[in-house]
C-alpha cells in the first residue's frame, strides 16, 4: 500500500536523486510513524487512566535537539531517528513525553510520576544514549553533504531533553 503510494509520485518527480532521497525519506518517516503510534498505546498502558495522557496528536519529525517534546497544548513530538533506537529506549521517551502532559516542567512531582510509571527508566534512558552514539545507518544521508551521523548523534545527546 505504502509503495504503491510512492511509485504514483515517483512519475510526477522528474529530479532523480533529490526524488530517491525524499521518497525514502517520506517511507521512513511514515514506518515511523505506524511504529510509535503502536508504542504509544502501549506506554498508555502503564498509566492507571490512560485517557487523561493522550496526546492531542503526533507529529514525526527529524530534529537534531531533541529526542520528544510535548507542546502545551498537548501535540507529542517525536525525532524520526528515534525509531532506530531500541524499543525499551522508544517506550521510554514516549513515557516522558507523556508524563509532561501532567506535569510540563521537570520538577520533583515529574520525576515521581514518571519513576511510578516506569521504574527504571534511567536504564532505558541510557540504553538509548549508547545506543544512539554508535554510528546508525541512515538510508537518507546518502549524499556527501548530509551531516555524519556520529555527529547528529553527538548534538542530540548533549542536548537531550528528556
Ligand atoms: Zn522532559
Redesign the pocket.
Known amino acids: 500500500m505504502l509503495r504503491s503510494k510512492y511509485i504514483k509520485d515517483a512519475s510526477v518527480r522528474p529530479d532523480c536523486r533529490t526524488f530517491h532521497r525524499e521518497l525514502v525519506e517520506a517511507w521512513y518517516r511514515d514506518e515511523a510513524h505506524i511504529k510509535f503510534q503502536e508504542r504509544i498505546e502501549v506506554c498508555l498502558g502503564l498509566f492507571p487512566d490512560p485517557e487523561a495522557f493522550r496526546s492531542q496528536g503526533l507529529i514525526v519529525r527529524q530534529t537534531v535537539q531533541r529526542w520528544?517534546?510535548?507542546s502545551p497544548a498537548g501535540r507529542l513530538l517525536l525525532n524520526r531517528r528515534l525509531v532506530q533506537a531500541p524499543i525499551d529506549a522508544i517506550d521510554y521517551v514516549i513515557t516522558?513525553?507523556l508524563?509532561?502532559v501532567e506535569e510540563p516542567h521537570?520538577g520533583a512531582a515529574?520525576f515521581e510520576l514518571l519513576d511510578k510509571r516506569m521504574p527504571g527508566w534511567a536504564g532505558r534512558k541510557q540504553r538509548l544514549e549508547r545506543a544512539m552514539a554508535r554510528e546508525l545507518p541512515n538510508p537518507v544521508a546518502a549524499d556527501a553533504n548530509a551531516t555524519p551521523i556520529q555527529a547528529i548523534a553527538t548534538a542530540w545527546i548533549s542536548s537531550i531533553?528528556?
Open positions: 520528544g517534546a510535548m516522558h513525553e508524563c509532561h521537570h515529574f531533553s528528556t
